[in-house]
């Protein structure tokens, strides 16, 4: 290999490849955590050292340019090496010390965890957590996480999962909504009633699928993606939503809806990378969150 020909640093590949992903140098600084300047410049010492333009700038916007389209796919091999590298380095570490990532939905962010941080605090004070409260699925194998607790079981094949248990969730609303709106004596009559969904009704309603539930897109009144508004909604008297009987049991003016109904079960998976797990810190912490988490 002719080393002498390299003429780039990978940070300048790197910048390129962000660039091209999100789309604006702006977007690419705030995803590195760089300076839109700095940021720019990295771009321009690619192109010069390649002696190509990678980007056509017309006003805000950048669009790549033939080569740009051309080197992107090399890039991008260059960057899931880059992160291989990361991965495999990141797994050797038998360093105590240091931060995990903990990737989980808001609502098990705020109602369940905190007790849990509270143990992991005094098993490993030297590390820091860092909690990523999404109801969307991180992607472990691009770094989002170290560990995610998630409802569905992952199926990329370079992670290591565990299944801790199924949850259970019920349908509930504040004594307030059920005093104004009557309290359903059937499954029926919810066809009468105001919900709260954390996705669009359409998409919502395919949870429901197998059910006998009268439920229509009409009785959605409400949606967000956020489980904790949608929550504080409820408590507000907007509707009936769906929860985890866990958490909806610190709130006494919640009313199960139809108790007697059965309820939904809601498996609770951890996971992490398996380059991952062979690091003893995170070790550690994957093999806390299941044991307190079961």
């Known amino acids: 290999m002719k080393w002498q020909s390299i003429s780039f640093d990978w940070n300048q590949a790197r910048a390129f490849l962000v660039t091209a992903q999100e789309g604006s140098l702006s977007a690419a600084a705030r995803a590195l955590g760089l300076t839109q300047p ?80 509270q143990e992991l605090r005094s098993i490993a004070p030297g590390i820091s957590i860092e909690i990523i409260a999404t109801n969307a699925v991180s992607n472990l194998q691009q770094r989002e996480a170290d560990i995610a607790i998630r409802h569905v079981r992952p199926e990329q094949p370079d992670l290591t ?36 969904g954390f996705e669009q009704p359409d998409k919502f309603l395919r949870h429901f699928s197998e059910t006998d539930l009268p439920l229509e897109e009409k009785n959605f009144k409400l949606t967000t993606q956020s489980g904790l508004v949608g929550w504080q909604l409820a408590r507000s008297g907007l509707g009936i939503i769906i929860m985890l009987e866990e958490i909806a049991e610190k709130f006494p003016e919640m009313e199960q809806v139809l108790p007697e109904a059965e309820p939904f079960d809601v498996p609770i998976w951890l996971a992490t990378h398996r380059e991952l797990h062979t690091s003893k810190r995170i070790r550690l912490i994957f093999d806390s969150l299941a044991k307190f988490l079961k």
């Open 38 to 117: 700095t940021l720019g410049r990295q771009v321009a010492a690619l192109e010069e050292a390649l002696g190509v333009t990678l980007f056509e700038r017309t006003g805000r916007s950048l669009i790549l340019t033939k080569a740009g389209k051309e080197l992107l796919d090399h890039v991008k091999s260059m960057g899931e090496a880059a992160n291989r590298i990361s991965l495999v380095a990141s797994g050797q570490s038998q360093e105590i010390d240091g931060t995990v990532c903990i990737s989980a939905s808001d609502t098990m962010s705020a109602y369940i965890l905190p007790p849990i941080l």
């Open 161 to 196: 999962a565990r299944l801790l248990r199924e949850s259970k969730a019920r349908f509930y609303a504040s004594k307030s909504y059920l005093h104004r709106k009557g309290r359903p004596q059937s499954s029926n009559e919810l066809k009468h009633h105001e919900f709260i």
